[in-house]
C-alpha cells in the first residue's frame, strides 16, 4: 500500500492531525468536518468521532491548504471538490452559487468530506484473464479508482503497448509538483485536468494509445467521448457509478455505450472492496 500520508495530515486543522496520525494511518478512508459537530472519522472498521467540534476556521484552513491558498481555486468549486496534493480528494458542501441554472462554486462552507487516495499495487492480478474493453462499476467508496489505476499498470506491463489515460480530476495519477504520487509503468501517458471529450479527442489525435483509461463516466459527452474512442478500434477501462449490472442497464446516461456494446467486460466492485467480473453478454 502506498499513500501521501504526511500530505494528507497537512490537510487538517493542527489539532486533528495527532488523534488521526494515531487512529487512521492504515485504514482511514475519510474524515468528515462538519461545521459545529464533532469530526468523524471514517475508518475500514466503522466510524469514530472526536469530541472536538469543527468551526469556520477549521473548514477554510482545509480548504486554503487544499487550493494552496488560491482564492480562486477555493472559491470556484464548480464540481463541488478540491483535488489536494498526493490526490487526496475535499468533497464541499454549503450555498451552492448559481449562474444560468448551473453550479459555479459553492460558499458559505458547512462541511467538508476528506477522502484518502492510497495505492494498492498488484491487487488487479486476478484480473489478468479479462478480454478487451473493461467497465468497473459500484458504489461510492468501493475502490473503483484505485483498482482502475492497478488494472492500467497491469495491462501496461502485460501488453507492452500504449496507453493513454484522461485523469480530469487527479486522482488516477495524482501529482506532487512535476511529478506522480504513484508512478505510472512505462508505456502509459497521463493527460490531466480536462474533460473527458477534449482529453480523448487530443490523446487520439497525437499519442496513438492502444487503450484509453479515464475514471467516472457522469455525462452523455463523457458517452460520446468513449464511443468515439471505440470506434476508432482502441479498446477502453472505465469506471461508473452503479452498485450492480441491473442498476447499470437501466440508468439512461449509460444507454448509448451498453447498447453499441462498447464494453466487453465488467468488473462489480462490492462494499468490502473486493469484486468479480462477468460479461458483458446482455442482449438487447
Known sequence: MNCAWQQYLALLPTWLREPVDKLGKEDLEE???RLGLPAELVLHTGAV???RKISKEDLSFSINVASSYSPWAATSLEKGYVTAKGGHR??????AVIKNGEMRGIRNISSLCIRVSRNF??????AEQIQGSVLIIGSPGTGKTTLLRDLIMQQAIK???????VDEREEIFPKNGDFFCFPPAAGVDVLS????????TTLLRVMSPQMIAVDEITSPDD???LLQAGWCGVKLLATAHAANRDELFTRPIYKPILETK???SLIIMHSDKTWHSERMNICY
Open 90 to 95: 475535499i468533497g464541499v458542501c454549503g450555498t
Open 193 to 200: 485536468g480536462c474533460t473527458k471529450i477534449s482529453g480523448i
Open 49 to 51: 468521532r472526536l469530541k
Open 159 to 165: 501488453f507492452n503497448g500504449n496507453i493513454s489515460v
Open 223 to 225: 458517452c460520446d467521448a
Open 31 to 33: 474524515v468528515r468536518l
Open 121 to 126: 499495487p498488484g491487487i488487479s492480478q486476478a
Open 262 to 264: 462498447l464494453f466487453d
